[in-house]
């Protein structure tokens, strides 16, 4: 799915955090079900193709933190069993679940946002909000592999005169903890090279531009009015009270009631955009070549 | 008009007593290439950073600066960053972001130019020095040369009137280093832009700059056309060091006074071809004809110097054979090298041994496996087939500790990654250095910061480390990297009497100069192999480029000779005069 | 905009703003008032509180040469990272604020978590991890003398940063995951999570103790060589 990563940064970083905020704070069982299936999807089809290894631990968080709430609350009516005197109730398992729903939901959510916000485009976010501090996590990111990279040379060089040992634990404590300091050396002292490359070419001579690669479109436009429109309509169902549920002492609120039901097709068709907007790309593009 | 003119110019740094630059006046006019020359310490780079206001050190200045006939100091912040490009020795800290095209609109940004300028500028930049494919790759992909070349443009896209360069190609490789520079001369050319640069590496730089100026302990000992100013330093040793080879053997044979250059000889003149004579050539146009320019600057000059000037009845000069042990100190036998399990060979069915006691260099382009195969003898690499013998003990049965223990040690390419401690004493502390284990006095360096020494200086405090725990085998990596000529000459003496007291040194270099002055024996690696090996001498006679400069000078004419000195007592055995 | 002039009282509102008024605001949402927003109302805090010391950092005029040594101990500290084990992220920090002040510290920890994001996931978690990590380095800035006294000063601050971060991490953790706040559930919260804190506050200790000494040097040397003040 190429078709999201096209639009302006912060298109896409107001329809994740839409979309993982409405999870977040809404506690409705059949809206965080449809967010946890739609953030399954919406990551898979992002890395269509690559392995997730970690699947297996998000699905061992899931069922924790869907148990947990049992063990700790026990409020709730409907008792299912006793434990050292302590009532493990429907309610309380459903708690946990839904919420374990909303955590996982979200995780996904935020991976999906990982995926399609590569650095340069989330410091792009970054810059709208402080430039300068965009800019030195710019300059970061370019240290970081090259220390990273020092960091192996500083081993190896002080490996092949023997100062640096990993025959025991504390041996290899001390050869790491030497490295570290050298490589803090070389890189500070190298560091200022950086900053006069910097006034060197005019840093500090006065306001500064911010250039980048990415300009706000039309399209742009349009895409993030149709993400909030949605958004809001769910915001604006959620304060009239239609989504609310109510876990203690039973459950109560009606999940299929008219207002919620508008709710969960907002919530649906805004998890469905990328998708859609993709299969309208792919769309348009075979009308194009058959064309030709 | 006059880019810059600088007027009795002084300067003491504010932590000394003496003087970095006594009384320098020159100017640069514009379109002009100048080459700022001189050893380590001579205060070119101190000079060079005096016209970056941005980047002048702390001191007391005396004297005059004028930038298009202002006072430096009376431009604004934006003129003069924009105006006055400066591009510094290290290409790896100068880049300031992490992708390519930020890194290019980075100089723009600063300056305030509207978003909608920038990106047309940064795509012409792009064009122009052909970056376009690494546009949008993050600055830590790219090779040495590339970044160098992406900082170039980096300044280049602020459009400023004169490009300043401190030493720019110290730390690439040569073929890097010769782009590197026929961009900056190609620049030159096409813009009129005005270059003051200065080099170690004068090679590229002197056939292409139109006037020099010569530097000498904080004075100027000369400055004006090229070819003249080069035959006026002959005098003084320490700048001429730095010159090309054939600089150097025109300097030579004149200080030995014993001949004189014919008179109808005249270097600006091209080949001879076919018996006419081809038009008058003039490395550049300046208007005025050249009546002293008789020193040859490049290769293809000094060839006709020496065949249109002296006989070759002595083809060639006596061998000097050394008695070698035949004892073998390292030996690879077909190793092989992967760094991944996916990635072909680093290092493919290597076979190479080296003797005990005999400097042993291996040559190479980048990427060539040089660097690999130290990596593989000093143990940090872990080849997965093939052997390694040390001392005709396998590599692998020397354990944990014992191979670095009086047997092997590294000196690595950055010699900064060694350096831990706040003074040479305690770095020296550190490996339990004693003063008679090098040829070499750290006393009046003792309370210094390693980071403040030069170049050399701290090459040869890395080796003191690397000498420490007393090994036998020595493997040295790049280890003329960033050095001037006087360092250089220094460290290879300092090698080779570290051989004469039994150590076995195996180096691998690009510094084919330097391979030649050390060397005993050399070895050729190309993709992971080695291609041909020998005897120093007989190594470089069988290469066609790669060899000395002085070798390809003499080649047919004269057999065997590497060094400028064997050049000279070759052409003093045949005598001068040459009708 | 009011500048205060007298630089105690905007240091100690640089440290009450973090420090008291923000988790006092926190503390009433959650103790007083009857909503179930407490989540939401932290988050919201915790960004703001982030947004507005960044905001404050853009104002301010920042020699170059400081900016630099931000960004390479940025670098460095998220280079830490990936040493096994224990890792210097927090000792780097506090070094920072010791060294380089306060609101250099908070950016070293703010920036470091942002950035160690990008390898170990980005989040809701990560504004509080930069307000903690980057609390821990402002408070650092403001006892730079007492820190700089001897191992013991040091010592019981890399302990206290070390339990600080599992503190706010954990009250995070519950609020994200139950809503409102519960005792029961942050005390077992911070008890399986007691085996990384100790682990945290043990290789504060250790890094901090082992590196203040050589890297303070170089910091000061840097500092005082290229007049970054």
């Given at each position: 799915m190429t078709a999201l990563s096209e639009y302006n940064p912060i298109v896409i970083a107001i329809y994740f955090l839409s979309v993982a905020g409405l999870a977040m704070f809404i506690m409705n069982p059949v809206l965080l079900f449809v967010s946890f299936f739609g953030s399954l999807l919406v990551f898979y089809t992002l890395n269509?193709?690559?392995?997730?290894?970690s699947k297996g631990m998000f699905l061992l968080l899931f069922l924790l933190l869907g148990l947990l709430n049992p063990i700790f609350h026990h409020n709730?009516?409907?008792?299912?069993f006793v434990v050292n005197d302590n009532p493990i109730t429907t309610e309380a398992l459903a708690y946990g679940f839904t919420s374990a729903t909303m955590v996982v939901s979200v995780i996904y959510w935020f991976r999906g946002f990982s995926t399609l916000m590569t650095s340069d485009k989330l410091l792009y976010v970054f810059g709208k909000i402080s430039p300068k501090f965009s800019l030195m996590l710019s300059m970061a990111l370019r240290y970081i592999p090259l220390f990273a990279n020092k960091f192996r040379q500083i081993k190896a060089a002080r490996k092949a005169l023997g100062?640096?040992?990993?025959?025991?634990i504390p041996d290899t404590l001390k050869s790491n903890l030497k490295a570290f300091v050298a490589l803090g050396g070389w890189s500070l002292e190298n560091g200022i090279v950086t900053a006069d490359s910097m006034e060197a070419r005019?840093?500090?001579?006065g306001r500064r531009s911010f250039f980048s690669r990415y300009s706000f479109k039309k399209k742009d436009l349009i895409a993030v009015t149709v993400t909030l429109l949605p958004v809001l309509a769910v915001i604006g169902i959620k304060l009239s009270g239609s989504l609310d549920f109510v876990f203690y002492p039973e459950m109560s609120g009606k999940l299929l009631n008219k207002g919620a039901l508008w709710a969960y097709a907002c919530y649906t068709g805004l998890m469905m955009l990328p998708l859609i907007s993709d299969a309208a790309e792919r769309e348009k593009w075979k009308s194009l070549r058959s064309k030709i | 008009m006059e880019i810059f003119k600088v007027k009795d110019l002084n300067f003491t740094y504010a932590?000394?007593?003496?003087?970095?630059?006594?009384d320098i006046s020159f100017e640069v006019n514009a379109g002009e290439f100048v080459t700022v020359c001189g050893a380590t310490g001579s205060g070119k780079s101190t000079l060079l950073r005096l016209l970056k206001r941005e980047l002048a050190p702390v001191g007391d200045v005396s004297g005059r600066i004028l930038f298009e006939g202002r006072d430096?100091?009376?431009?604004t912040a934006r003129e003069s960053a924009g105006k006055i490009g400066f591009v510094m020795?290290?290409?790896?800290?100068?880049?300031?972001?992490?992708k390519v095209w930020h890194e290019l609109a980075f100089g723009l940004e600063n300056l305030g130019v509207e978003s909608e300028v920038i990106r047309r500028r940064v795509a012409e930049m792009a064009s122009y020095f052909g970056i376009e494919s690494w546009?949008?790759?993050?600055?830590?992909?790219?090779?040495g040369g590339q970044k160098q070349l992406l900082n170039l443009a980096s300044v280049m896209v602020m459009q400023p009137e004169v490009l300043l360069l401190d030493e720019?190609?110290?730390?690439?490789?040569p073929i890097a280093a010769a782009d590197f520079i026929s961009t900056v001369s190609k620049l030159n050319r096409d813009t009129g832009l005005s270059v003051v640069i200065t080099e170690h590496r004068l090679e590229n730089v002197i056939p292409v700059s139109d006037r020099l100026l010569a530097l000498d302990r904080g004075e100027v000992i000369a400055f004006g056309e090229t070819r003249e100013t080069v035959e006026k330093i002959s005098e003084n040793e320490r700048v001429l060091y730095g010159m090309p080879a054939a600089v150097r053997l025109f300097a030579g044979l004149k200080a030995s006074g014993n001949f004189k250059v014919s008179?109808?000889?005249?270097?600006?003149?091209k080949l001879k071809v076919n018996g006419t004579l081809k038009e008058t050539w003039?490395?550049?146009?300046?208007g005025n004809p050249k009546e002293t320019g008789n020193c040859p600057l490049d290769v293809c000059e000094g060839r006709r110097f020496i065949e249109e000037n002296f006989?070759?009845?002595?083809?060639s000069l006596p061998k000097t054979e050394r008695i070698r042990d035949?004892?073998?100190a390292l030996e690879f036998k077909e190793v092989c090298f992967r760094?991944?399990?996916?990635?072909?060979?680093?290092?493919?069915s290597m076979s190479f041994e080296v003797r005990k006691g005999e400097i042993f260099c291996m040559l190479g382009g980048n990427g060539s496996g040089k660097t690999t195969t130290l990596s593989l003898a000093a143990g940090i690499c872990k080849a997965w087939a093939g052997e390694i013998r040390i001392f005709g003990k396998?590599?692998?049965?020397?354990?944990?500790?014992t191979l670095y223990n009086e047997c092997v040690a590294m000196l690595p390419q950055?010699?900064?990654?060694?350096f831990i401690a706040d003074t040479v004493k305690e770095e020296l502390k550190e490996v339990r250095?004693?003063?008679?284990?090098?040829?070499?006095?750290f006393k009046p360096l003792t309370d210094r910061h390693p980071y403040d020494l030069s170049g050399g200086e701290q090459q040869m405090l890395g080796l003191a480390k690397a000498i420490a725990a007393r090994p036998k085998l020595l493997l040295l990596d790049e280890?003329?990297?960033?050095?001037d000529a006087c360092a250089k000459k220094e460290f290879a003496s300092v090698l080779r009497s570290l051989r004469d007291s039994g150590l076995t040194i195996l180096l691998v270099t690009h510094d084919v100069e330097f391979a030649a002055a050390v060397a005993d024996r050399c070895a050729l690696v190309f993709r992971g192999e080695v291609t041909s090996e020998g005897e120093s001498h007989e190594f470089f006679a069988g290469n066609n480029f790669y060899t000395t400069a002085i070798n390809r000078m003499t080649r047919g004419f004269y057999?065997?000779?590497?060094?400028v000195r064997e050049a000279e007592e070759i052409i003093r055995l045949n005598g001068c005069d040459k009708e | 905009m009011v500048v205060i002039k007298n630089s105690t009282i905007r240091n100690m509102i640089k440290i009450l703003v973090p420090f008291v008024l923000i988790p006092a605001a926190v503390a009433v949402g959650v103790?007083?008032?009857?909503?179930?927003s407490y989540a939401f109302v932290s988050l919201v805090v915790a960004l703001l509180s982030v947004v507005l010391f960044i905001a404050g950092f853009e104002m301010r005029r920042t020699g170059t040469g400081r900016m630099a040594l931000v960004a390479v101990l940025v670098a460095l500290t998220v280079t830490g990272?990936?040493?096994?084990?224990?890792?210097p992220v927090v000792a780097l920090i506090v070094i920072t604020g010791m060294y380089l002040g306060g609101e250099a510290g908070f950016l070293v920890g703010a920036m470091a978590a942002v950035i160690s994001n990008f390898y170990f996931g980005q989040g809701p978690w990560t504004p509080f991890q930069m307000l903690s990590w980057g609390m821990i380095g402002l408070l650092a800035g403001f006892l730079s003398k007492l820190l700089k006294k001897g191992p013991v000063p040091a010592a019981i601050y890399g302990i206290f940063s070390g339990v600080f971060f599992s503190m706010v991490m954990d009250v995070w953790t519950v609020l994200w995951y139950n809503k409102t706040f519960d005792v029961g559930m942050y005390i077992a919260a911070m008890g399986t999570a007691a085996p990384y804190t100790v682990l945290y506050a043990v290789s504060n200790v250790l890094w901090l103790l082992l590196l203040k000494k050589p890297l303070g040097s170089k910091l000061e040397r840097i500092t005082l060589k290229y007049r970054l003040f």
């Amino acid at each position: 799915m190429t078709a999201l990563s096209e639009y302006n940064p912060i298109v896409i970083a107001i329809y994740f955090l839409s979309v993982a905020g409405l999870a977040m704070f809404i506690m409705n069982p059949v809206l965080l079900f449809v967010s946890f299936f739609g953030s399954l999807l919406v990551f898979y089809t992002l890395n269509r193709g690559k392995k997730d290894r970690s699947k297996g631990m998000f699905l061992l968080l899931f069922l924790l933190l869907g148990l947990l709430n049992p063990i700790f609350h026990h409020n709730g009516t409907t008792v299912l069993f006793v434990v050292n005197d302590n009532p493990i109730t429907t309610e309380a398992l459903a708690y946990g679940f839904t919420s374990a729903t909303m955590v996982v939901s979200v995780i996904y959510w935020f991976r999906g946002f990982s995926t399609l916000m590569t650095s340069d485009k989330l410091l792009y976010v970054f810059g709208k909000i402080s430039p300068k501090f965009s800019l030195m996590l710019s300059m970061a990111l370019r240290y970081i592999p090259l220390f990273a990279n020092k960091f192996r040379q500083i081993k190896a060089a002080r490996k092949a005169l023997g100062l640096y040992r990993q025959d025991n634990i504390p041996d290899t404590l001390k050869s790491n903890l030497k490295a570290f300091v050298a490589l803090g050396g070389w890189s500070l002292e190298n560091g200022i090279v950086t900053a006069d490359s910097m006034e060197a070419r005019g840093y500090g001579s006065g306001r500064r531009s911010f250039f980048s690669r990415y300009s706000f479109k039309k399209k742009d436009l349009i895409a993030v009015t149709v993400t909030l429109l949605p958004v809001l309509a769910v915001i604006g169902i959620k304060l009239s009270g239609s989504l609310d549920f109510v876990f203690y002492p039973e459950m109560s609120g009606k999940l299929l009631n008219k207002g919620a039901l508008w709710a969960y097709a907002c919530y649906t068709g805004l998890m469905m955009l990328p998708l859609i907007s993709d299969a309208a790309e792919r769309e348009k593009w075979k009308s194009l070549r058959s064309k030709i | 008009m006059e880019i810059f003119k600088v007027k009795d110019l002084n300067f003491t740094y504010a932590t000394a007593k003496e003087p970095a630059l006594k009384d320098i006046s020159f100017e640069v006019n514009a379109g002009e290439f100048v080459t700022v020359c001189g050893a380590t310490g001579s205060g070119k780079s101190t000079l060079l950073r005096l016209l970056k206001r941005e980047l002048a050190p702390v001191g007391d200045v005396s004297g005059r600066i004028l930038f298009e006939g202002r006072d430096l100091q009376g431009l604004t912040a934006r003129e003069s960053a924009g105006k006055i490009g400066f591009v510094m020795q290290n290409p790896e800290q100068q880049i300031v972001t992490d992708k390519v095209w930020h890194e290019l609109a980075f100089g723009l940004e600063n300056l305030g130019v509207e978003s909608e300028v920038i990106r047309r500028r940064v795509a012409e930049m792009a064009s122009y020095f052909g970056i376009e494919s690494w546009f949008e790759k993050s600055v830590t992909e790219l090779s040495g040369g590339q970044k160098q070349l992406l900082n170039l443009a980096s300044v280049m896209v602020m459009q400023p009137e004169v490009l300043l360069l401190d030493e720019p190609t110290a730390q690439l490789d040569p073929i890097a280093a010769a782009d590197f520079i026929s961009t900056v001369s190609k620049l030159n050319r096409d813009t009129g832009l005005s270059v003051v640069i200065t080099e170690h590496r004068l090679e590229n730089v002197i056939p292409v700059s139109d006037r020099l100026l010569a530097l000498d302990r904080g004075e100027v000992i000369a400055f004006g056309e090229t070819r003249e100013t080069v035959e006026k330093i002959s005098e003084n040793e320490r700048v001429l060091y730095g010159m090309p080879a054939a600089v150097r053997l025109f300097a030579g044979l004149k200080a030995s006074g014993n001949f004189k250059v014919s008179e109808n000889f005249n270097a600006t003149e091209k080949l001879k071809v076919n018996g006419t004579l081809k038009e008058t050539w003039n490395p550049k146009e300046t208007g005025n004809p050249k009546e002293t320019g008789n020193c040859p600057l490049d290769v293809c000059e000094g060839r006709r110097f020496i065949e249109e000037n002296f006989k070759n009845e002595v083809k060639s000069l006596p061998k000097t054979e050394r008695i070698r042990d035949r004892e073998k100190a390292l030996e690879f036998k077909e190793v092989c090298f992967r760094y991944e399990k996916d990635l072909p060979d680093a290092v493919r069915s290597m076979s190479f041994e080296v003797r005990k006691g005999e400097i042993f260099c291996m040559l190479g382009g980048n990427g060539s496996g040089k660097t690999t195969t130290l990596s593989l003898a000093a143990g940090i690499c872990k080849a997965w087939a093939g052997e390694i013998r040390i001392f005709g003990k396998k590599l692998k049965e020397y354990k944990a500790g014992t191979l670095y223990n009086e047997c092997v040690a590294m000196l690595p390419q950055d010699v900064q990654t060694l350096f831990i401690a706040d003074t040479v004493k305690e770095e020296l502390k550190e490996v339990r250095f004693e003063p008679e284990m090098l040829p070499f006095d750290f006393k009046p360096l003792t309370d210094r910061h390693p980071y403040d020494l030069s170049g050399g200086e701290q090459q040869m405090l890395g080796l003191a480390k690397a000498i420490a725990a007393r090994p036998k085998l020595l493997l040295l990596d790049e280890p003329t990297k960033g050095l001037d000529a006087c360092a250089k000459k220094e460290f290879a003496s300092v090698l080779r009497s570290l051989r004469d007291s039994g150590l076995t040194i195996l180096l691998v270099t690009h510094d084919v100069e330097f391979a030649a002055a050390v060397a005993d024996r050399c070895a050729l690696v190309f993709r992971g192999e080695v291609t041909s090996e020998g005897e120093s001498h007989e190594f470089f006679a069988g290469n066609n480029f790669y060899t000395t400069a002085i070798n390809r000078m003499t080649r047919g004419f004269y057999d065997g000779i590497l060094r400028v000195r064997e050049a000279e007592e070759i052409i003093r055995l045949n005598g001068c005069d040459k009708e | 905009m009011v500048v205060i002039k007298n630089s105690t009282i905007r240091n100690m509102i640089k440290i009450l703003v973090p420090f008291v008024l923000i988790p006092a605001a926190v503390a009433v949402g959650v103790f007083v008032f009857d909503d179930k927003s407490y989540a939401f109302v932290s988050l919201v805090v915790a960004l703001l509180s982030v947004v507005l010391f960044i905001a404050g950092f853009e104002m301010r005029r920042t020699g170059t040469g400081r900016m630099a040594l931000v960004a390479v101990l940025v670098a460095l500290t998220v280079t830490g990272r990936f040493i096994p084990y224990i890792k210097p992220v927090v000792a780097l920090i506090v070094i920072t604020g010791m060294y380089l002040g306060g609101e250099a510290g908070f950016l070293v920890g703010a920036m470091a978590a942002v950035i160690s994001n990008f390898y170990f996931g980005q989040g809701p978690w990560t504004p509080f991890q930069m307000l903690s990590w980057g609390m821990i380095g402002l408070l650092a800035g403001f006892l730079s003398k007492l820190l700089k006294k001897g191992p013991v000063p040091a010592a019981i601050y890399g302990i206290f940063s070390g339990v600080f971060f599992s503190m706010v991490m954990d009250v995070w953790t519950v609020l994200w995951y139950n809503k409102t706040f519960d005792v029961g559930m942050y005390i077992a919260a911070m008890g399986t999570a007691a085996p990384y804190t100790v682990l945290y506050a043990v290789s504060n200790v250790l890094w901090l103790l082992l590196l203040k000494k050589p890297l303070g040097s170089k910091l000061e040397r840097i500092t005082l060589k290229y007049r970054l003040f």
